[in-house]
C-alpha cells in the first residue's frame, strides 16, 4: 500500500527559518508534490520533486530523497501569511490520476 | 484565467436528505477530480473523469454517491441519502492533461455538515 507521514502541527517565529517532513511508502515512485492551504481556501501547488536533491524556488524548497523515501519543504524569512497547513501528496503508483495525500502539517507562525 | 468554481461553499443538509455539489473546472481542463476531507483526516480521492467520462471511480464511498459530468464542462455530486459520515468538505479539481507535473488546479471546496 501507500502511505504518507508528516507531523500534524509545528509552530516557529517570523523571520525565522522551518524544515517541515514527509516520509513515504509507496510501490512505484511518480514524484512528490507540496501544497499549500490556508484555512477555508483551496489547496495551491507549491513543488514537485521527481529526482533527488534541493529544488529552490525563492523562500520556499523542497528537497527529495528517493532512497529514504523522504522529503521535506523548506521555508526561509517566514511571514505571518506562511501560516497554512502544507500537504505533502504522491501520486497513486500506476499513475497521476489520483493523489495519496498526508494529513498536512499546520503551521502557525508567530511575531 | 477563471479558476476551479465550486457551489455551495457551505451546506448543512439533515440526515437522509439529498445534497447535489457543484463543480466548474477551468476552461479546456479535460480532466477532473473529486476529492473529499473528513474532520481530522487527510484529503482522499473519490474519482477522476476525463471529460464525460468516468477514468476512476475507486475512492467513491458507496452508491448513496453519483457523480456526473454531461457534457464533459461541468460536474456534479449527488449525496441521497446523506448520512452523519458524509460531513466534511468536498474538493474539486483539475488539469489540462493527466499526468501534469504541476499538479491539479484546486476549488475552495464544499463543506458539508449533515445533521
Known amino acids: 500500500g501507500q502511505n504518507i507521514d508528516q507531523p500534524t502541527e509545528m509552530t516557529a517565529t517570523e523571520g525565522a527559518i522551518v524544515q517541515i517532513n514527509c516520509t513515504y511508502q509507496t510501490s512505484g515512485f511518480n514524484g512528490l508534490f507540496w501544497y499549500q492551504q490556508h484555512a477555508g481556501e483551496a489547496p495551491t501547488f507549491l513543488s514537485y520533486?521527481?529526482?533527488?536533491g534541493l529544488e529552490e524556488k525563492g523562500r520556499f524548497s523542497s528537497f527529495l530523497s528517493r532512497s529514504k523515501g523522504y522529503s521535506y519543504l523548506l521555508l526561509k524569512e517566514l511571514q505571518m501569511k506562511d501560516s497554512a497547513s502544507y500537504l505533502c501528496?504522491?501520486?497513486?503508483?500506476?499513475?497521476?490520476?489520483?493523489?495519496?495525500f498526508g494529513a498536512g502539517t499546520r503551521l502557525a507562525v508567530h511575531p | 484565467e477563471a479558476g476551479v468554481t465550486q457551489f455551495p461553499s457551505h451546506s448543512v443538509i439533515e440526515k437522509g436528505q439529498t445534497v447535489t455539489l457543484r463543480c466548474d473546472p477551468i476552461?479546456?481542463?479535460?480532466?477532473l477530480y473529486w476529492y473529499r476531507r473528513v474532520m481530522g483526516k487527510e484529503i482522499k480521492f473519490l474519482l477522476h473523469f476525463v471529460k464525460e467520462s468516468k477514468q476512476d471511480e475507486s475512492g467513491m464511498p458507496n452508491n448513496r454517491f453519483l457523480a456526473e459530468r454531461t457534457g464533459g464542462t461541468y460536474s456534479t455530486l449527488k449525496v441521497q441519502p446523506a448520512e452523519l459520515e458524509d460531513s466534511g468538505v468536498y474538493f474539486c479539481?483539475?488539469?489540462?492533461?493527466?499526468?501534469?507535473?504541476?499538479?491539479?488546479?484546486f476549488g475552495s471546496g464544499t463543506r458539508l455538515t449533515v445533521v
Open positions: 479539481a483539475s488539469s489540462q492533461q493527466t499526468g501534469d507535473n504541476y499538479g491539479y488546479t
Open positions: 476552461s479546456g481542463h479535460d480532466n
Open positions: 520533486n521527481v529526482l533527488d
Open positions: 501528496a504522491v501520486p497513486f503508483s500506476g499513475g497521476y490520476n489520483k493523489l495519496i
